[in-house]
């Protein structure tokens, strides 16, 4: 009598051995999606900053600042310091619009330009 396909046990092992993988390999790719989305942020945050610093030392009167000045993410854009296909960016962790982000800019006279933070 010849056998032909698989038994039952044959083919509950190999969906438990699937099962296994799949146990260990989703939460490995999930720590590495939410890692490369850190990474995104941080550098959409660089961008921001270093956007922020050029359009400070470019339109403010560093003479005449004598306290911290803000400027939106939206500012930014409007003066094409920062490049967006709809005229929004967006945060790369939630998705959401970015652009009411208030920049801090203060003179610093030892690095004599202007310099950038998220916190006053």
Do not use: H, R, W
Not at 18 to 25: D, F, K, P, R, S
Request: some cysteine.
């Amino acid at each position: 009598m010849k056998k032909e396909g698989f038994t039952i046990v044959e083919l509950l092992a190999v969906i438990a051995l699937i099962g296994v993988v799949m146990g260990i390999a989703v939460p490995n790719v999930m720590k590495i999606y939410s890692k490369n989305k850190q990474i995104l942020y941080d550098q959409t945050i660089t961008l921001i900053l270093s956007a922020a610093e050029e359009y400070g030392n470019n339109n403010i009167d560093v003479n005449s600042m004598s306290s911290t000045v803000t400027v939106k993410v939206q500012d930014l854009i409007n003066n094409k310091l920062i490049k967006t296909d709809n005229g929004i960016l967006k945060n790369p962790k939630d998705n959401k619009s970015m652009n009411e982000l208030q920049v801090y800019l203060k003179y610093d006279s030892t690095k004599n330009c202007v310099v950038a933070s998220l916190k006053q």
